[in-house]
Structure formats: structure tokens, C-alpha cells
């Protein structure tokens, strides 16, 4: 049983519920191949069926862990850190930032948007998801657009949601791992023909690797 006092300190940010985190390869979107520190933070309410990190899910699994703890780990391997989930603004993101940002770490975020934008970012991938929209500025904000096609009626989503973006923002549909064969090659014909998108792939998989 976590202490309130804890619970006040998840609460302003200074502790998060940590899931993992590790020093590998991003393998997705416009930072593919770059050497980066991950952090995976507890807790979701998105739901994604064809989620392959379900054990992020639950908060109360994952220990309330002080961010100081967090950037001084971070620090030691790259100055590109990966804040990620789970959903990570499910919590307030400005203090963890804060701390990177001192260190002189470059802060990037994978986010739904389903909750309101938090932090101080050098980078915003937003991937929306069809159970919980985005909201807010995090259309205005973010660097990327990366939406995971299932099937056909995601390339209609993926539109709509391109059309909420900023003029600058980078479009990316990425295959759902589990059915990457049969939906790569629709989403290599759409992007020929949609040639403002691009095609992501999940690299560090092919590469197996975390």
C-alpha cells in the first residue's frame, strides 16, 4: 500500500511510477536509429487491444520512484531520453523535464494526447488512438503525427487526425506488429499515392532488440 504522503509526491510529479527503464535503439518515426535512454512510465486508460506493453496498464504494479533517481540513470547513457508509457501525461511531466533539461538531455515524448500536455519537450510524437482522442495543443505542439494501422479504416482515422496537425508536423502510418504483413503493403500503395505521409516500421523488432 502506497503512503499518502507518496501519493502526494506522485501527485506534483517528483515521484513516478516507473515501469522500466533501459538504453537501447529507437527504432520508430523520425528519431529511428538514434541511440536513446528510455523511461517507461506506469499507467493507461487508452486500452488498445493490440497493445504489446498491457503490463504498463496498471499504475499501482509499477513503484512510485523519485525523479532524481530517474535523470541521475538517465544521464549516464544519452542525451536523447524517450518518455514513454503506458501514458505518460497521465502524470504531470514538468518536473521530471525540469531535471532533464538541467542535465542538458534532449526530452522526447510518445504520447496519445489523450490527456493534457505536460512538460518541457524537444520533441512530441503523437499517436492518437480511436478509443480516446487527443485534445487540446498537443495537435499544435507535436512534431510528429504516428498512427498505427490495424486495417483499412485506420488510413480514414489517420486523415482526420492529419488534419487537426501543424503545417510542420511529420506524418508517419506505422504497420500494428501482429498483422504487419498483410497491412505493409496497403500502407506502401497509400503512401505513394498520399506522398505527405511516410512509412514507419518498428526497427528495433526486426533488429530484436528492447
Not at 498491457?54 to 499501482?60: F, G, L, P, R
Not at 480514414?156 to 503493403?185: G, H, M
Amino acid at each position: 500500500m502506497v503512503n499518502s504522503e507518496v501519493l502526494g509526491l506522485v501527485e506534483k510529479g517528483l515521484m513516478l511510477p516507473l515501469m522500466e527503464e533501459f538504453y537501447t535503439i529507437q527504432g520508430e518515426g523520425f528519431h529511428k536509429g538514434t541511440a536513446a535512454y528510455f523511461i517507461r512510465i506506469g499507467g493507461c486508460d487508452v486500452g488498445c487491444h493490440w497493445c504489446d506493453v498491457k503490463e504498463s496498464w496498471n499504475a499501482e504494479l509499477h513503484p512510485p520512484t523519485a525523479i532524481d533517481h530517474i535523470v541521475t540513470n538517465a544521464a549516464k547513457y544519452s542525451d536523447t531520453i524517450v518518455i514513454t508509457g503506458g501514458e505518460p501525461l497521465m502524470w504531470d511531466m514538468k518536473p521530471l523535464t525540469q531535471a532533464l533539461n538541467k542535465k542538458g538531455l534532449k526530452t522526447h515524448i510518445e504520447t496519445s494526447g489523450a490527456y493534457k500536455l505536460s512538460g518541457i519537450w524537444d520533441w512530441i510524437c503523437l499517436s492518437p488512438k480511436k478509443n480516446k482522442l487527443p485534445f487540446g495543443e498537443v495537435y499544435d505542439k507535436a512534431h510528429e503525427l504516428k498512427v498505427i494501422v490495424y486495417n483499412k479504416h485506420d488510413l480514414v482515422f489517420a486523415e482526420e487526425q492529419a488534419a487537426k496537425t501543424n503545417k510542420d508536423c511529420i506524418l508517419y502510418l506505422q504497420p500494428e506488429w501482429s498483422v504487419r504483413d498483410k497491412v505493409t503493403p496497403l500502407i506502401v500503395d497509400y503512401v505513394m499515392q498520399h506522398p505527405k505521409w511516410k512509412v514507419s516500421l518498428q526497427t528495433h523488432k526486426y533488429l530484436n532488440i528492447p
